[in-house]
């Protein structure tokens, strides 16, 4: 098969979608991969090392033109969407239930596009979105430290206090693979912390595996409210598998934050689940002000750590992709798991919750693949 590497074009989307030894194990099976040049300098991957296992480098429109096989990091912008196409598989993060546009354009294009976010293992598990919801989870907590210095307009607080002094309140809302990274780093700061959710279970093993220092809550707006107002930090770590988070934070409840306190929102790219996280910022203008309250929107945060980044995605896929280069879209056919990952075949919405957030319909895609 021939697959496609191309350069990232989201502001400072610095990750690829492969490293060179994920293309070493593609050219040595016998299969074609065309990478951009540059694609992967962001990464700290020079041409050389792709060149040097046997990749074709070529400019973006050999890439698109020339593969079977797409695979990237994040989203198609609006200036790639003429190169999608009905015959060409996209695998990559498409968080299309929230970017209706997009959607639109792999409808009309007719794209099989799967997306990383969907793919299920047999632990019911997302194994795709594990690796970079530790990085954002990590991230969000060193990113929210720094919005709390006072020369970032924060209320001038160390996360993890001094001797004698009080550590900073940090509450997590969602105890998932985001929350639970926040929340390890957090506490490891030396702050209080505090994860809210409401799967009882998924509480006892937080509660369990940090020995009670990372505190748990179920969350309910009564709870959730009460804590907010004594928050420095508040992490937004929902997710439901497809679909755009719920606003479980309204603007009011924003409001009654301390100012100089910070909100990272990391569901953003999925809508945000915190209601005045109302646009997405970029790594050159992450922040912006509510009520006196600092907010980070920034949808592809792992592109600020692209070699720890593309790595940990690069191992993560690379099985996935193997079997898309094997089998094509029966490989698809041959794994109800992978599945899952399948959003648009053929011009329809294959997954449901994607259908429903966008108010489009849904079409089996088992009936699609015979």
Not at 184 to 189: E, H, V
Not at 314 to 340: M, Q, R, W
Request: charged letters at 20%; proline letters at 4%.
């Amino acid at each position: 098969m021939k697959i496609g590497i191309p350069k990232e074009i989201k502001n400072n989307e610095n990750r690829v979608s492969m490293t060179p030894a994920g293309v070493y194990t593609l050219t040595k099976a016998g299969h074609t991969v065309y990478v951009e040049k540059g694609a992967g300098l962001g990464s700290g991957f020079e041409d050389r090392e792709y060149a040097e296992v046997n990749a074709v480098l070529c400019e973006a429109e050999e890439v698109f033109a020339n593969a079977d096989l797409i695979v990237k990091v994040k989203e198609y912008l609006s200036e790639e969407y003429h190169y999608l196409r009905e015959d060409q598989m996209v695998f990559t993060y498409l968080h299309i239930a929230n970017n209706a546009d997009f959607a639109n354009a792999l409808l009309q294009s007719k794209t099989t596009a799967i997306a990383y976010e969907t793919i299920r293992d047999a632990s019911g598990s997302l194994p795709l979105l594990t690796p970079m919801s530790e990085v954002a989870g990590r991230m969000a907590v060193q990113i929210g430290a720094t919005m709390l210095q006072k020369n970032n307009h924060g209320r001038g607080l160390l996360l993890g206090g001094v001797p004698g002094v009080f550590p900073a309140e940090v509450v997590i809302i969602g105890g998932g693979t985001v929350g639970l990274n926040a929340a390890k780093i957090a506490c490891g700061l030396g702050a209080i912390v505090t994860v809210f959710d409401i799967n009882a279970n998924r509480m006892s093993y937080i509660d369990d595996i940090s020995g009670g220092t990372i505190h748990t809550a179920y969350n309910n707006e009564y709870n959730l409210r009460r804590a907010l107002k004594s928050a420095d930090l508040v992490i937004g770590a929902v997710l439901i598998p497809g679909a755009k988070a719920p606003k479980l934070v309204t603007a009011d409840m924003v409001q009654t934050m301390k100012k100089g306190s910070a909100i990272v929102d990391v569901a953003v790219d999925q809508g945000g689940c915190i209601e005045t996280i109302d646009r997405v910022t970029t790594h050159d203008d992450p922040y912006y002000e509510v009520y006196g309250v600092s907010h980070y929107a920034v949808a592809n945060m792992p592109g600020a750590v692209p070699r720890t980044s593309t790595t940990a995605l690069s191992n993560a896929t690379l099985p996935y992709i193997i079997k898309l280069a094997e089998h094509g879209v029966d490989a698809l056919n041959n794994d109800p798991l992978f599945l899952s990952g399948l959003n648009t075949h053929q011009g329809h919405i294959t997954y449901q919750k994607v259908a429903d957030a966008l108010g489009m319909d849904y079409v089996d895609p088992t009936s699609l693949l015979k």
